[in-house]
């Protein structure tokens, strides 16, 4: 069968895989992009394979991963699918017409798929695939990636899933906060940033000023923010009359989104702050100790684009956002693979 051939096959029925390893991070905007094309076909159908290493050669970058099985026999293109859980009959053909992967664990496998399928399955990446670019169709990855390609989509920040399901939820608890609305999103340490006990308190010093203003608070922690200072967050914006999430129940992140009049968001998370600033309400950057080049280079991005601005401007004249939506520009490079 010719690739031609295929194309006419895709146009018919067009069957979309998402792999991720089942992080949010990953899932929403691969499962965005996917939704996003099939908005404009309706004869896409979208399976989501969830990937679960259970090799330790799967931890690795896939760059070394894939030479590691290649020295032990495994081949270069047809490793991954053992390296997961159920993966040989999970990724069993039929092969779709598109596979969409997000993080580093994905990429393999849609590499994979592109070359067990004759290049008839077309493999979008997320992200730096951390192995050779060629393997793949396009790849959609934040400019601060610094990636160059012919198939290479830069975008400023992170792709945001929009569909309805995901931008709303459960809104009795903020339902009872004063308007307008202040959402405060709060990441933590990582590889990439420090998150201290004095970036904490600026935080909270800064918060007060929208609380005496007359602002509802409401906040969110992440499973990477210190126990201490998640300790010290909650014990301060209950003291500013806000709500914080406590981690039961269904998580508020969407409603945060979708009813905030302003947004606050700590540095040190490239995902969080790309989808307050698809809100396009106004979004303000609380600075954490550290930050890499590469987060450094993507909040300035967001500065030069009037996406968003620091905290400590909070307290200027009020200002409409460039609202930031990377989105369609995607999906339309993606559609154009298939079409």
Known sequence: MTIESVSLDAKRNARIWVLTDGRPGNVNP???????VAAVRSDVQIEQKLLEPISPLMRLPPRF???ACSLLGAGSHRWPAKGFK???ARLAPPYPTLAIGCGRLSAPVTAMLRFLSDGQTRAVQLLNPQMPLNRFDLIV???HDRLSGGNVLETTGWLSRRRADVVGSDNSALDRLPRPLLSVLIGGASKSARFESSDAEALLAQLRTFQQKGWGIA????NRTPADLGARLRDGLTELG?????????NPYPSLLSQASALVVTADSVNMASEACATGQPVYIAPVSRLSPKLTRFHAALRQGDHARPLDEASTAAWRPVKLDDMPRAA???ARLIA
Request: aromatic share 6%.
């Open 141 to 143: 990855a934040p400019r």
């Open 65 to 67: 991963a894939e030479i």
């Open 219 to 222: 906040a969110t922690l992440s």
């Open 332 to 334: 339309a490079a993606v």
């Open 30 to 36: 691969a499962m965005g992009l996917a939704e996003e």
């Open 86 to 88: 159920d993966g040989p």
């Open 242 to 250: 806000g709500w914080v999430w406590d981690g039961t129940g269904e």
